[in-house]
């Protein structure tokens, strides 16, 4: 199985703020690499897809970047809207794995 | 618009079997995988398994021996099994489209529970 390792696990953050989250693939997944954003009682909402392809849609704040085993997501500047949990997920195997999620709470 | 909807019991009691209903609507699923994950309550996504109507399947392995998908494309509907259930299999269940999941259902709480 592939072992996807976010970081941090908690982001306190305020408006206005450039932040960043890595995930790290236990081997190599290309880019075949996503990000999501989940809100409370909601379900996950694609970001970025094949590493770096913004989904239609989604803010041209959010960036994803890397390849093979590490990755990040880059947000410009955070929205009020923004504040959520943010998962990465490798889809490069038969077998998909999750990352554990990264909060990103409001300073 | 493609949207999905998780249906099924609610409940389910300990060492029975679970079994969800995704209906897909405003497209066909037929011609790419579907997939299903759970979420514990204030816990991380799991991946349960994909599937294609083609006959393809490919399931966590942590969960191989328990769970079983299909598909119907008459009904345009897919399904998950999941034998023996416990109450760690508790959660709300998502159905999605794709490798990178573009669509999701709202997901459906499943509670393990005598």
């Known amino acids: 199985d592939i072992q996807m390792t976010q970081s941090p696990s908690t982001l306190s953050a305020s408006v206005g703020d450039r932040v960043t989250i890595t995930c790290r693939a236990s081997?190599?997944?290309?880019?075949?690499l996503a990000w999501y954003q989940q809100k409370p009682g909601k379900a996950p909402k694609l970001l970025i897809y094949d590493a770096s392809t913004l989904q239609t849609k989604v803010p041209s704040r959010f960036n994803g970047s890397g390849s093979g085993t590490e990755f990040t997501l880059t947000i410009s500047s955070l929205q009020p809207d923004d504040f959520a949990t943010y998962y990465c997920?490798?889809?490069?195997?038969?077998?998909?794995?999750f990352g554990q999620g990264t909060k990103l709470e409001i300073k | 618009q493609v949207q999905l909807q998780e249906s099924g019991p609610g409940r389910v009691k300990p060492s029975e079997t679970l079994s969800l209903t995704c209906t897909v609507s405003g497209g066909s699923i037929s011609g790419t995988y579907w997939s299903w994950i759970r979420q514990p309550a204030g816990k991380g996504l799991e991946w349960i398994g994909r599937?294609?109507?083609?006959?393809?399947?490919y399931y966590n392995p942590s969960l191989k021996s328990r769970v079983t998908m299909s598909g119907d494309t008459s009904k345009n509907q897919f399904s998950l099994r999941l034998t023996s259930v416990t109450v760690a299999d508790t959660a709300v269940y998502y159905c999605?489209?794709?490798?990178?999941?573009?669509?999701w259902g709202q997901g459906t709480l499943v509670t393990v529970s005598s």
């Open positions: 999605a489209r794709g490798g990178s999941h573009d669509y």
């Open positions: 081997q190599s997944v290309s880019t075949w």
């Open positions: 997920q490798q889809y490069n195997t038969y077998s998909y794995t």
């Open positions: 599937f294609s109507v083609s006959g393809s399947t």
